[in-house]
């Protein structure tokens, strides 16, 4: 006979596996519905690497959106910190004749210094995290518009330098390389925020503000921080995004906005539920993706990807939030 005090023991351990490893199981289950449905054209090495690179970008920025999120803060001005990224580096390409590499590292200097200007609103200013960033961020798609006066950014008949466009062009082990650079960047942030005290300052200072002033972690530096690294992220996504399009495009920014925030906080739910967490955002990002890449070959209307991206991100604040419910009671003992 079970013992009672074993059965809530039992149900909170199948509890976390449900929560922890439910979105990477689903995961294989759409790839092998989609492949089953779909058997000459999904489950091939075209298809994968065509989603592999066109989920890429948004992959970048769901990471950076993450960390901030740990904090317990929002930035909404990634997306247009991506948009207006990519038309500088466009601009200094096209207009500036810059060197390829300088002009990469300003743009991603100056994302981390846009990111950083941001933290010091949140912090410093107290003003709410949305309502800041998405200030800002209004800011920022007021540059991009100045900067581009409302046209395309387009280069001339030489295009662009190749060693630049060969950033998200080239593949590797016969793939392509920017998938790289997103697991290469999800391995930067997992071992920061799971390796390293700086991951668990941000996790403290998540879930009670003050009480991580009163142990003496300084919560105004570390989420100025976060911030910085959220818009150093958004920056490099901006680089790789005009080595991608080639033209740059005013308006493009906010149609990446939603799916990071998507993957963001769907990620919350996975691998470490109820806080967010780089491998579960990864997880996040490959389901949709795949979801995604599967309608669209069922020949869904384009009207469905933005409702599909809405209704995961309803679920995945849903889940987030129950997640970080069913923790707390289960460290209370409840």
Same mark, same amino acid.
């Given at each position: ?8 023991? !039992? *149900?909170?351990?199948? @509890? ?5 490893? +439910?979105?990477? $199981? /689903?995961?294989?289950?759409? =790839? ?118 409302? !046209? *395309?950014?387009?280069? @001339? ?5 190749? +060693?630049?466009? $060969? /950033?998200?062009?080239?593949? =590797? ?162």
């Amino acid at each position: 006979m079970t013992s009672p005090d074993r059965r809530p023991t !039992a *149900r909170h351990r199948i @509890g976390h596996l449900v929560g922890a490893y +439910g979105l990477p $199981a /689903l995961t294989v289950l759409l =790839f092998a519905a989609f492949s089953l449905t779909l058997p000459d054209t999904f489950p091939t090495l075209d298809n994968i690497s065509a989603v592999l690179s066109n989920q890429s970008i948004p992959a970048m920025l769901a990471l950076g959106a993450t960390i901030p999120i740990a904090t317990g803060k929002f930035d909404l001005s990634i997306g247009y910190g991506l948009g207006l990224a990519h038309v500088v580096m466009m601009q200094l390409l096209v207009a500036g004749h810059w060197p390829w590499p300088a002009a990469c590292l300003v743009v991603v200097l100056g994302g981390a210094a846009v990111g950083a200007a941001n933290g010091a609103v949140v912090e410093f200013a107290r003003i709410d995290s949305f309502i800041a960033t998405l200030g800002t961020g209004s800011i920022m798609y007021a540059f991009t518009g100045w900067i581009t006066g409302g !046209a *395309r950014i387009v280069p @001339g008949p030489g295009g662009l330098p190749a +060693g630049f466009t $060969a /950033l998200y062009d080239s593949r =590797f082990l016969g793939l392509p390389v920017s998938a790289f650079y997103v697991l290469a960047l999800t391995a930067v942030l997992w071992l920061l925020l799971e390796r390293l005290p700086l991951g668990r300052y941000l996790y403290v200072i998540g879930s009670n503000t003050r009480a991580a002033d009163l142990v003496g972690i300084p919560s105004r530096r570390y989420v100025t921080g976060a911030f910085t690294a959220s818009g150093l992220v958004a920056g490099l996504a901006g680089v790789l995004l005009a080595a991608q399009q080639q033209t740059g495009n005013p308006s493009v920014g906010m149609d990446y906005l939603l799916p990071a925030f998507v993957g963001a906080l769907l990620g919350s739910t996975a691998i470490r539920p109820g806080r967010a967490n780089a491998l579960g955002t990864l997880v996040a990002v490959t389901v949709l993706a795949v979801g995604l890449a599967g309608i669209g070959q069922l020949g869904a209307r384009f009207w469905v990807t933005p409702m599909f991206n809405g209704a995961t991100l309803l679920i995945a604040v849903g889940l987030a939030g129950y997640a970080a419910r069913r923790q707390l009671r289960h460290g209370a003992g409840l």
